[in-house]
T-cell receptor, first 111, second 118 residues
Framework: AQSVAQPEDQVNVAEGNPLTVKCTYSVSGNPYLFWYVQYPNRGLQFLLKYITGDNLVKGSYGFEAEFNKSQTSFHLKKPSALVSDSALYFC?????????FGPGTRLSVLP | GAVVSQHPSWVICKSGTSVKIECRSLDFQATTMFWYRQFPKQSLMLMATSNEGSKATYEQGVEKDKFLINHASLTLSTLTVTSAHPEDSSFYICGFFEEFGTRNYGYTFGSGTRLTVV
């Protein structure tokens, strides 16, 4: 079965420091991987996706993620965190028309 | 990019009444729509998948008679929570799936509806 794990419920980082939100997946075949961000009482906003091609994917708001097939990971990164990046982040894997979301990681960027 | 309009953004209703949530794709047509439910501090759980012109497919454990889904056209899907109870209070999000080659592959989500049943 396809699954997504986000091992950290909460990540705290100081403003200006680099941030990493971790994601690992378990799928058969070649995965399509996504990151979404959710602000309080809001829907999901698309950040980036990996379908094929370069393992390093650049997305919205300065975020990027690296697809690592050997480690089955797709960690989200940003070189310099902003307080406004504080939100709930979801990793997701797609197979066919189905999406499986990870449990989410709450990112808090401290001023 | 694709835009999805979902409304209402929040609604408070009395126990026993029904609430309808609408989801529209504004600039594209979608044959398949998805409805998710999100409990506080939890991830999104798929409730059902609807295809235009046919009955929705519900996930295990989701009551199809309570959560009525209608996908009347390629741009509109509705979720009606019938005879709502406080335990139905949640955040509901719709999603359209689009696939036009790998560059446009993915979901577009509505902004969500916060339902509170009192």
């Amino acid at each position: 079965a396809q699954s997504v794990a986000q091992p950290e419920d909460q990540v705290n980082v100081a403003e200006g420091n680099p941030l990493t939100v971790k994601c690992t997946y378990s799928v058969s075949g070649n995965p399509y991987l996504f990151w979404y961000v959710q602000y309080p009482n809001r829907g999901l906003q698309f950040l980036l996706k990996y379908i094929t091609g370069d393992n390093l994917v650049k997305g919205s708001y300065g975020f990027e993620a690296e697809f690592n097939k050997s480690q089955t990971s797709f960690h989200l990164k940003k070189p310099s965190a902003l307080v406004s990046d504080s939100a709930l982040y979801f990793c997701a894997v797609s197979y066919g028309q189905n999406f499986v979301f990870g449990p989410g990681t709450r990112l808090s960027v401290l001023p | 990019g694709a835009v999805v309009s979902q409304h209402p953004s929040w609604v408070i209703c009395k126990s026993g009444t029904s609430v309808k949530i609408e989801c529209r794709s504004l600039d594209f047509q979608a044959t398949t729509m998805f409805w998710y439910r999100q409990f506080p501090k939890q991830s999104l759980m798929l409730m059902a998948t609807s295809n235009e012109g046919s009955k929705a497919t519900y996930e295990q454990g989701v009551e199809k008679d309570k959560f009525l889904i209608n996908h009347a056209s390629l741009t509109l899907s509705t979720l009606t929570v019938t005879s709502a109870h406080p335990e139905d209070s949640s955040f509901y999000i719709c999603g359209f799936f689009e696939e036009f080659g790998t560059r446009n592959y993915g979901y577009t989500f509505g902004s969500g509806t916060r339902l509170t049943v009192v």
